[in-house]
């Protein structure tokens, strides 16, 4: 990426934020801006060009972004996870839906200063797709397409829905009464699977009872799972995700047929994942406590998605299947994160 060019990440300080980031500032040359509600963790101040602390729905917030810099990529990562957002649903709307739509007319405006579309790159979520028991998911949901099943049972996969609709909204129909010409933005977005890093500890996600044994037993401390064994779930680590964002974000427009795109890696059970780890770490502690709140969920989310649009468009392919996940890049760092 050339040197002119500027990049705004929001939710800079979270799980993701740091491994994009840290990529970013060892492959590319562009100007970093980051933005979040809590202070930058001071690992990664000295990669980004400049950090402003502020909440995502506060206007005055896009309006200095705006007014300070014109964005070439906007990465927007803040959010309220799955967890908590059921926690306070009104709150996680106001954030993830409101913040957002902030951000998009941010992105036109700026595209405007630009002369061009400014990338939107939008990390959506399997918790856009709402299965309605678990019976129909073992039935009908064991490897679901972009356009099934998107009617999500939380606040969290509303807001992230309701958000790619807006995404294609700014991209293809928006246009201000007193504009003379529209200002699209060149929206695309990606529908994770729950994400594992080796180097940050998840809070508030419903797929984190995979990182979170994975922690515990790191640190020999005991960890009840919140879902039962037989749970399954598509999944990722972070160094695959920071590389579908990467990739998505350099594919060319004219080969994109689609706005948002299903990526995924591997689909263990809780009892999988559980089996990796006592390979690892034997003495691990782990019990399973199902908490019927957060079972409901997982229940209610696919339990592998279909990643071929992503494949055959833009050249998605994971590095790390779950073995290699596990023993090459998990197992290793969390061993060196704890020693
Ligand atoms: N981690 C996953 O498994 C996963 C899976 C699918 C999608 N995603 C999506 O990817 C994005 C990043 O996820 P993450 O794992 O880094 O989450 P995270 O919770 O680690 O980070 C989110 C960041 O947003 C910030 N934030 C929260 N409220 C804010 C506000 N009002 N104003 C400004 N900043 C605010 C938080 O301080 C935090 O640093 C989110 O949109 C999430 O929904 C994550």
Not at 67 to 79: C, D, M, P, W
């Amino acid at each position: 990426m050339p040197t002119d060019e500027t990049i705004l990440i929001t939710g800079a300080n979270g799980e993701i934020g740091h491994g994009l980031i840290q990529h970013l500032c060892s492959s590319h040359q562009a100007r970093i801006v980051a933005t979040d509600i809590v202070p930058l963790d001071s690992s990664l101040q000295a990669a980004c060009h400049t950090f402003v602390q502020g909440d995502i729905t506060d206007p005055a917030l896009a309006a200095r972004l705006g007014g300070e810099h014109v964005f070439t990529t906007i990465y927007h990562l803040a959010s309220i996870l799955s967890t908590k957002g059921e926690r306070d649903p009104e709150l996680a709307h106001h954030v993830n839906v409101d913040g957002t739509l902030g951000l998009l007319r941010l992105a036109s405006d700026q595209s405007g200063k630009l002369g061009r579309p400014v990338k939107f790159i939008y990390p959506s979520s399997i918790a856009a797709y709402g299965i309605p028991d678990l019976e129909t998911k073992q039935r009908d949901g064991r490897v679901v397409r972009e356009d099934e099943w998107c009617f999500p049972a939380t606040m969290y996969g509303v807001n992230k829905l309701t958000c790619e609709h807006l995404g294609r909204y700014y991209a293809q129909h928006y246009r201000r009464l007193d504009q003379e010409a529209p200002m699209r933005i060149d929206f695309r977005g990606l529908r994770f699977p729950g994400l594992i890093s080796a180097l940050t500890v998840p809070t508030g996600g419903t797929s984190d009872y995979g990182p979170e044994m994975l922690h515990h037993a790191a640190q020999s401390k005991p960890y009840a799972c919140f879902v039962r064994p037989d749970s399954q779930l598509p999944f990722m680590v972070m160094p695959d995700a920071i590389t579908a964002l990467l990739q998505l974000e350099s594919a060319r427009r004219e080969n994109l047929g689609q706005l948002i795109y299903n990526v995924t890696s591997f689909s263990p059970t809780a009892a999988e994942i559980l089996e990796m780890i006592l390979r690892a770490f034997p003495a691990a502690q782990i019990t399973f406590a199902p908490d019927a709140r957060r079972q409901g969920i997982v229940d209610s989310w696919p339990a592998d998605v279909d990643d071929s649009a992503a494949r055959r468009e833009w050249g998605w392919k994971p590095a790390y299947d779950m073995r290699r996940s596990f023993e090459d890049y998990l197992i290793p760092s969390v061993r060196q994160r704890y020693a």
